[in-house]
């Protein structure tokens, strides 16, 4: 953590405690500020309030108890957090509606509960994603409360955080964007990044670990309001469709009998694309590229523009699925009373986040042909029951050799760095038939093939045991 005498400390509140909202207060003390985090539900402030945290993220309940109570407080009266604070942080969700465009309702009733606790100069700042023009919609809702133009500002700070690593990400940052649209909002918000722009917040010795240092600190990018807001939409759209791209050439691979992890190390070797996202799968998922791609096709669609890449790009990720369920069907052969192993139920590994999942989607498609499902994920499960209750057909095991117990084939959902360290010896003998069906590549395929599996995964040649060494797997 930042010493206070090393910068200035600042009084902020961040209204809402999901993953966006709760990383951002607890980074934004680990930094030195004090802290207000403010939710309408009680049972998770209470929860917090108690060192407990809510949703599984690295580092978090670290921070959480080096902080709580001391930096950072937890409460659900806005109005008095509003009063103390000279930063409101807006965190709340942003859930796509049935158009596709960005359902900003909630931004809409916390701007007005702001609005009526404003005595003196604030900034708001968004920090969910929004489409442009949200702050302008922001001022004038403010405005039509009675609070003079003079007294608050409208920012733009998007996060780039990616669940899994969020701390880490917002402290050790690729870039730190302000949008801002006068003076006096820049230097606030540059004053609450200066440990981190500055490089002092890398000098303590207890500083979370990353890539960012003191010679080394992350950049601040000053844009206009508008212009932050398009960078996050665009830039998420811009990954997804990185993502697509790669499943697309998955699929020619596997036409020709290419491996599609050589073709991608190809492409991603290439300074001007680069690596990341270029990993073939079952497709994207979680809370932001599905509602941000649709979002920002819709504002595009708003102003005239027609951006069918997007489409497109929506269009692969249904379709990535799909062809992964053909994948299990060609296997097995047909469904019902198939018992199936399933690692995986969050959208990626290192999060517990099942929302838009594909492993969720494939599941229930499973179980809807008369599957028998046994399902495992590190953090997910308890999330995922709530959603799938435990039934006849579905049931939740203790770890993955349980999950794959006498099952038919084991299916690989989630890139959890743990499944791609299985005793492969013990997994082999635990199934019923050695068919692993890996969507998200975790596996070398040779080496599953001498282990005695059938494999099948994304956008490689199947690897396909034969029958010999099938029975010398079996021999004691």
Known sequence: ????????????????????????????????????????????????????????????????????????????????????????????????????????????????????????????????????????????????????????????????????????????????????????????????????????????????????????????????????????????????????????????????????????????????????????????GGSCFPKDVAAFRYVAEQLGIEFGLLREVENINAEQKRRFFQKVRSALWTFRGKKLGVLGLAFKGGTDDIRESPAIDLIGQFVKEGCVLSVYDPAAMERTKQVLPPSGNLTYAKDAYEAASDADALLILTDWQEFAELDLDRLHYTLRYPIVIDGRNLFDATTMIQRGFTYLSVGRPGAVQTRDAAISRKLP
């Open 1 to 284: 953590m930042v010493d206070d005498s090393m910068n200035e400390q600042i009084t902020i509140a961040v209204v809402g405690s999901g993953y966006v909202g709760l990383v951002a207060a607890v980074c934004f003390a680990e930094i030195g500020h004090r802290v207000i985090c403010v939710d309408n539900d009680e049972s998770k402030i209470a929860m917090l309030r108690d060192g407990k945290v809510p949703i599984y993220e690295e580092y978090l309940p670290e921070l959480l108890d080096r902080h709580c109570n001391a930096l950072i407080e937890f409460t659900t009266d806005l109005h008095a957090a509003t009063q103390r604070a000279q930063a409101i942080f807006v965190a709340v969700g942003t859930p796509q509606s049935q158009t596709g465009s960005a359902d900003l309702s909630y931004v809409d009733a916390v701007a007005s509960q702001i609005a009526r606790s404003i005595t003196e100069y604030k900034i708001i700042v968004e920090k969910s994603t929004v489409p442009v023009y949200t702050n302008e919609w922001i001022s004038r809702v403010i405005e039509r409360n009675g609070v003079p133009r003079e007294l608050f500002d409208v920012a733009s700070n998007p996060e780039f955080l990616r669940e899994g690593t969020a701390v880490v990400d917002f402290l050790h940052a690729d870039r730190i964007v302000i949008g801002v649209d006068t003076d006096r909002a820049g230097n606030l918000l540059r004053a609450i990044y200066e440990p981190l722009t500055s490089g002092k917040y890398y000098q303590s010795a207890d500083a979370v670990p990353g890539v960012r240092t003191t010679a080394e600190p992350p950049p601040l990018l000053q844009t206009s309001t508008k212009a932050a807001e398009l960078i996050k939409h665009a830039s998420n759209a811009f990954l997804a469709m990185k993502i697509s791209f790669i499943n697309v050439v998955s699929n020619i691979c596997e036409a020709v009998g290419a491996d599609v992890e050589q073709v991608s190390k190809g492409i991603g070797s290439d300074e001007r694309i680069g690596p990341k996202f270029l990993k073939a799968g079952i497709g994207y």
